[in-house]
């Protein structure tokens, strides 16, 4: 089914491009369904954690924080609505740090990353991704962004800051592939996660 949604790209055939979609709406409906098993499953898991008998196995304040913090989101989302200001300005500010962080990590973690690898390996493949991986640290964190008004670097730096994307979409492929085969181990008792 996947390849037919794919060939619908591709091949924008009306049969095609109605099948792709009626399984992206699927696709839609699944991935909403299980949003809402994660969440009530992470509510699940924090209520048993404050629950919890042995002090060890409690989870102490930080899943009283999770459930505070759900519940606040939850009734704020209802009463507001997402398309209200506040409720976007609300999201943005906890949004904008997050991923200020994750890009931090990112960045401490490709350096150490090029380091290692130029200690093990000093050949030309360590060169080259420790000096990718400092341009494109460079690039996203936008101190080049005064280069664009130039006719033909701006529009170069508009190709390569494209270039990512092909990984992020590898790097998603890889996590759906990796989640359905695990989904498919545990249907088939191949792994049991919650064995104990």
Partial sequence: MGIVALLGYFVPLPFLVDIQSLLLSWAVILAA?????????????????????PPKQRGDGY????????????????????????????????????????????????????LRLLQRRPNWMGILFALSAVFFLILASG??????????????LGVVERLPLAGARGLLLGI?????????????????????
């Fill in 33 to 53: 369904v299980a949003a809402l098993v994660a969440i009530f499953n992470l509510v699940r898991v924090h209520v048993r954690k404050l629950r919890g008998s």
């Fill in 63 to 114: 899943s009283l924080l999770v459930l505070a913090g759900f519940a606040v989101t939850f009734l704020a989302g209802l009463l507001l609505t997402p398309d209200h200001p506040q409720f976007q300005q609300a999201v943005l500010a906890v949004q904008t740090p997050v991923e200020t962080s994750l890009i931090a990590v990112l960045a401490v973690t490709l350096a150490y990353a090029s």
């Fill in 143 to 156: 101190a080049l962004s005064g280069l664009r008004g130039l006719p033909l670097l701006g529009d170069l």
């Fill in 176 to 196: 759906g592939l990796g989640s359905l085969l695990t989904g498919l181990r545990i249907l088939m008792g191949a792994d049991r996660p919650y064995s104990g």
